[in-house]
Each structure stands twice: as C-alpha cells, then as structure tokens.
C-alpha cells in the first residue's frame, strides 16, 4: 500500500517523538554542530543508536497494527548549515538510504514509510531569521529535489514557525508530487510564534498551493514537556482530524472526527485566547 493510501484509509498513525532528546539522555551522544543529529548517520554509534530508537518504534506499530511514519534526522540540515557541517547533499541522500536499510531489516517493508524532514532556516523557537515565500520556495528547494530524487515517500516540514517561510516550503514541497505535511511551531495561545493564528495560517498555505499539504496539518508543537521521547499518534479522519497533538503525544484538545482543521484550529485558538504565558521550549536538535 502506498503512502498516501495507507494515510487516506488509516484511522491511527504512529510517529517519532523527540529522537534528539533521547539520543543525548539515553545514549550520551553530541551533536551540537550546525546540522545537528543529521551526520549522526554517518558515525558507527549515531546508526546503531538511530537503528535502535527506529526498530523500538517499529515493533510498537507491529505489535499495535499501527503504520508508522519515519522521517530523517535532518529538520536543520537545510542547504547553509549543511555545507557549514562540511557535508553536502550526499548527507541528506544517505539519510534516506538508511532509513530504507532500517526498513529492510526490521522485518520488510510493509507498514513503514519513509519520509524526509525539513525545517525552517533559522531557529524554529525563536522565529528568527524567518524568509518570505518566495525566497523560502528558492532556499527549501535544495532539500526538497533531493529527498525526492533520493526516494522519500513524503515531505514533512517540522515545526515551522512563521506562515511567510511555511507558505513557501509548501509551494517548493508541491512541485515534486510527492505528498507533504506542514507542522507549525505555536504558543500556548493558539498562536504560531509569529503571532499568525492557526487557522489563519491553515487557510493561507491551502490558498498559496494548488495541491495542499497532505491530509491534514500535523503536530502542532507547544512547549517541550519534561519527559523525553514518547511517541505521537496521529488521528485523522475523512473530514479532518479528531485531535491537535504536541510534540510529546500529550493531547492538546480532542474534536469530533468531522470538525475540520481550519474549525479545530480556531477551537485551539479560542481554549488559549487571554494566555500571555506561552513561549516555546528548546530542542533545536532534530
């Protein structure tokens, strides 16, 4: 079954929780270069402990009937701090040529799927150094070109956080064909850190594309809570999703299966309306 079948038809998905912060407190590794975790792929202990963390949440979507959705360690691989890590696109090539051996040998293929993970240029907390659209288009498409000439089976744009840079990652990830999701990064008011609220932000990638994210707009980032790495479940229904998740997998709100993602988003909006105290935590290493 393909990606975008195995999404249309599946009530629950599994995905990755924090693999940075589990990498750092579970296995001691470092990674405070420019890319981050991306050239972990490249260090016999950074595979074996990827390899690890992968196949744990493999045998949780074998032993749960549940697809499961990998992405590369790459949100901060981008074309600048990629070649600043001394590294080039062969990185983000390798990246999808190990997830696919991680797949081969945890059991086949069937029921995990391969996604490559983009990110906003600058810091997705801070909402700094953010692009407009059309420089956003130009500067992601290095990274999307390669992911879908490497073999990715979707484009996942993980928590950006203002709509100018998110609006042109959509456009430059809808020009390959491949389906794409976009997560934003959002304050505890319902807000991304840009201060553009959710809905609007929802309507005006889908008015930017002629081919809209696919399926829904996934995991809504809040502040980091204190407990590393557990995992997100995904819930989506024909008409949209049936819950907003953080990027621990705590539930933010829960919505009817029907409510719509523009109608979710303003429900989250409205829950968070008066709150002033929402900054967003840090894990900047994914």
């Known amino acids: 079954m393909d990606f975008e079948t195995c999404f249309r038809q599946s009530r ?20 405070d270069g420019p890319a981050a975790i991306a050239p972990l792929i490249t260090q016999p202990a950074g595979r074996a402990a990827l390899r690890e963390l992968w196949g744990q949440y493999r045998a949780v979507a074998r032993r749960h009937r549940l697809p499961f959705l990998a992405t590369t360690p790459t949100r901060r691989a981008n074309r600048e701090r ?3 890590a001394g590294y080039d696109a062969q990185l983000l090539r390798e990246s999808v040529a190990f997830l696919r051996e991680v797949r081969e040998q945890t059991d086949g293929t069937e029921g995990m799927y391969i996604g490559a993970l983009m990110g906003c240029r600058g810091d997705a907390h801070l909402g700094d150094a953010v692009l407009p659209s059309a420089q956003a288009k130009e500067f992601h498409s290095w990274a999307v070109d390669i992911f879908a ?29 491949l389906p794409y999701i976009i997560s934003f990064m959002i304050r505890k008011n319902g807000r991304l850190i840009d201060g553009t609220p959710i809905s609007q932000a929802i309507a005006a990638v889908d008015a930017s594309v002629d ?33 907003l998740f953080g990027n621990s997998g705590k539930r933010f709100a829960a919505f009817p299966r029907r409510t719509g993602w523009r109608a979710a988003a303003v429900l989250l909006e409205r829950a968070g309306a008066g709150r002033t105290d929402g900054g967003a935590g840090r894990d900047s290493t994914l």
Do not use: H, N, V, W
């Open 211 to 243: 081919r809209p994210p696919a399926l829904l707009y996934d995991k809504l980032c809040a502040p980091r809570p204190a407990a590393p790495g557990t995992a997100s479940t995904g819930k989506q229904g024909k008409a949209g999703a049936g819950a």
């Open 12 to 31: 629950y998905l599994l995905l990755e929780g924090a693999l940075g912060e589990r990498l750092k407190r579970e296995y001691g590794l470092k990674f």
């Open 149 to 177: 000439e490497a073999g990715a089976e979707f484009l996942y744009a993980g928590i950006m956080p203002a709509l100018p840079e998110a609006i042109g990652m959509a456009q430059a990830m809808e020009q390959t064909g």
């Open 82 to 84: 990629t070649a600043l």
